[in-house]
């Protein structure tokens, strides 16, 4: 029996020898530290209220040991970027107009972005800062995962949103020193810009062995403290379904994909090698 659960607390985290019994949570926790030696994250807070299942968020952080298969990821996947031999390679990219990066605020820290709170692409069509139709999940919520677009039925439409501090912006890390972005950096909303490296409750934008896109940085997460730079970008979407209005301009909707488009800052771009899929 014990072998069992020293095997399920080494390959799968603290968390997975729970269902086996709520009393090993300390144990488990405790026999981690000790097989990374590294002491617990003192910033980090467990959650003491449970909450009404009809908000119930799921944990947004990547357990360090969890098995990653990078090289398995759906090329239509939120947070994976295009390749040379991707079929999206070439299509016409628009901007969006009044987006911004921001979140509900459902977390135990009131006013500040947390573990438990809810990040959101908001694309603003109402004039009013609450979550619309169509805003792209940037973390998981519930049954909801990164990438899924807010539907008028879902528990989170119209919900009050706040911005991210002023100056967090969206970085790569340069982990082989080409002094350009590439293929394998990885994307971050870097959120305070307080520094120039990453830091815990980092938003990941795209997939590396560090964690999957939607998930933060955590205390003992080996990206923490990387030297970032800021990523020359643009959110822009393709009209796969060519609608327009009266104006003749293309109508950002549920079917159209959007990508973290590098291929330029003029009115319109085009998906290139590097750009990151966020819906």
Not at 22 to 50: C, G, M, T
Not at 163 to 191: A, M, N, Q, T
Request: proline share 4%; hydrophobic share 40%.
């Amino acid at each position: 029996m014990f072998s069992l659960i020293l095997a399920a607390i080494l390959i799968q985290g603290t968390y997975a020898a729970s269902f086996i019994s709520p009393s090993l949570k300390a144990f488990s926790e405790e026999l981690e530290n000790k097989y990374h030696r590294a002491a617990p994250d003192e910033h980090q807070a467990e959650r003491s209220v449970a909450r009404p299942a009809a908000i119930s968020i799921s944990r947004n952080v990547f357990i360090q040991n969890q098995v990653f298969p990078l090289v398995a990821i759906d090329p239509g996947a939120f947070g994976s970027k295009v390749l040379y031999s991707d079929g999206d390679i070439g299509r016409i990219l628009i901007d969006i107009d009044n987006s911004s990066f921001a979140f509900w605020d459902v977390g135990m820290v009131d006013g500040e972005f947390d573990l438990e709170d809810v990040a959101y692409y908001h694309i603003n069509q109402s004039g009013a800062f609450v979550v619309e139709v169509n805003d792209i999940r940037l973390t998981g919520f519930g049954k909801h995962s990164p990438g899924s677009k807010v539907k008028a039925y879902d528990i989170d439409y119209k919900k009050a949103l706040k911005p991210f501090p002023k100056g967090s912006e969206i970085k790569f890390v340069d982990l082989f020193g080409s002094r350009g972005y590439d293929l394998i950096d990885p994307i971050y909303f870097h959120i305070d810009n307080n520094s120039f490296k990453i830091d815990r409750i980092d938003l990941r934008l795209s997939h590396h062995a560090y964690g999957p896109a939607g998930t933060l940085v955590n205390g003992h997460d080996p990206d923490q403290g990387l030297a970032a730079t800021k990523l020359e970008c643009k959110l822009r979407f393709y009209n796969i379904n060519g609608n327009i209005n009266l104006d003749g301009e293309a109508i950002y909707d549920e079917m159209d994909p959007v990508y973290l488009d590098v291929s330029g800052i003029n009115e319109h771009g085009f998906v290139v090698v590097n750009d990151v899929r966020l819906s």
